[in-house]
């Protein structure tokens, strides 16, 4: 019963690889240290890649044990399961599908005897998406390292870098931390600063973000290995600390009442999920007809600080490539992408030709 209940919750991939005996596998390779990995969705892949290629080098002084990631869930719109992004790069890699761990939750007593048996030096942690108790955190000998998307102790939590790019940002960064159960608040061993431009998605930040912090991981290894990286690792500043709460669905609406740059930077930083949405007025004068039309918001510019009569207070207006939003403070939000229920990403120039005259109104 036992061994089954493990096959079943930990070991899902273990038809697409043939496994390797940990036994035969330690002896090739005892006198290298032991890096656990833990990381979930496409951009903890790029740190598994660095990390991939730095141990496949001759002078590498260690090899990845074991990789932990979330349960397979549904994707492909619900009709399959497929294992998480970290799982699929690492299955492709070659990896053992017998070292893939998939817990539900890090702290049940079945993973971590396993985690224990593999005797780790380091976990590594890259968005893994779990919380880690301190049954966990007291396993490996060196401690577990994160990659953290923000310079701490700005931004911590669930979101920085849409937390950061709502705020607008002009610079941010990545920083890898000892962790401690307070939640990213461990001793900082370095941090690389990014600048950050006015148009930037947090899609493409995160991943900018998660590649320099897969170059300052491989960089600063030795040191983790080595112990110095403990000695010399820097405490957090709490009177510094700020807080990047998860975003809710909720905050994807829109209000023209807020000025532009505002609502640009809201548009930047829910990009990919959960989206900005806005509700408008579709004003047919021919027939005098009116529809409530909600779009999602995709690609935005702040546009030049408006000269607004009162009487057009209200109207979305089309200019060269952008649908021109009266917003707050006399400011204007040009909206160049714009994706209408059950329809593809489309351009502002062809959603206005769609209208055929129609006239759009904030509300």
């Not at 096959?7 to 005892?30: E, G, H, K, M």
């Not at 006399?330 to 209208?355: C, H, I, R, S």
């Amino acid at each position: 019963m036992h061994s089954t209940s493990m096959l079943r919750r930990f070991f899902c991939f273990n038809a697409a690889s043939p496994s390797v005996a940990p036994s035969s596998a330690a002896a090739i390779t005892s006198k290298k240290k032991s890096l656990v990995f833990l990381g979930s969705p496409q951009v903890s892949a790029t740190v598994l890649d660095a990390l991939f290629n730095a141990s496949a080098e001759p002078s590498s002084s260690f090899e990845i044990a074991a990789i932990v990631t979330q349960p397979p869930s549904r994707r492909d719109r619900g009709r399959k399961m497929m294992p998480s992004p970290v799982a699929q790069y690492a299955l492709d890699r070659g990896f053992s599908a017998n070292l893939i761990f998939t817990p539900e939750r890090a702290g049940e007593e079945t993973f971590l005897s396993s985690l224990r048996a593999l005797q780790p030096e380091v976990c590594i942690t890259a968005a893994y998406g779990n919380i880690l108790p301190t049954k966990f955190l007291n396993i490996p000998t060196l401690g577990t390292v994160n990659i953290h998307p923000s310079l701490l102790p700005l931004y911590r939590g669930a979101a920085p870098v849409q937390r950061a790019l709502q705020d607008g940002v002009k610079e941010t960064g990545v920083s890898l931390a000892f962790t401690v159960r307070a939640l990213d608040a461990g001793p900082v061993i370095a941090r690389e600063i990014v600048e950050v431009d006015d148009q930037i998605k947090a899609p493409d930040l995160l991943a900018l973000l998660f590649a320099e912090g897969s170059k300052l991981l491989v960089h600063k290894l030795p040191s983790i290995f080595d112990g110095s990286a403990k000695v010399n690792a820097e405490p957090q500043d709490d009177s510094k600390v700020t807080l990047a709460p998860k975003i809710s669905p909720e905050e994807s609406w829109l209000s023209f009442d807020e000025e532009a740059l505002v609502l640009h930077n809201k548009v930047r930083a829910f990009a990919g999920w959960p989206g900005t949405r806005a509700k408008v007025l579709v004003v047919d004068d021919k027939s005098s007809n009116q529809n409530i039309l909600e779009i999602k918001i995709i690609t935005t510019r702040v546009g030049p600080d408006a000269k607004v009569q009162d009487n057009d207070v209200n109207d979305i207006t089309f200019d060269e490539d952008a649908l021109v939003f009266p917003c707050g403070g006399f400011t204007t939000l040009e909206v160049l992408e714009v994706q209408l229920p059950g329809k593809k990403v489309t351009t502002a120039a062809a959603f206005w030709n769609g209208l055929r005259g129609q006239k759009l109104k904030t509300l």
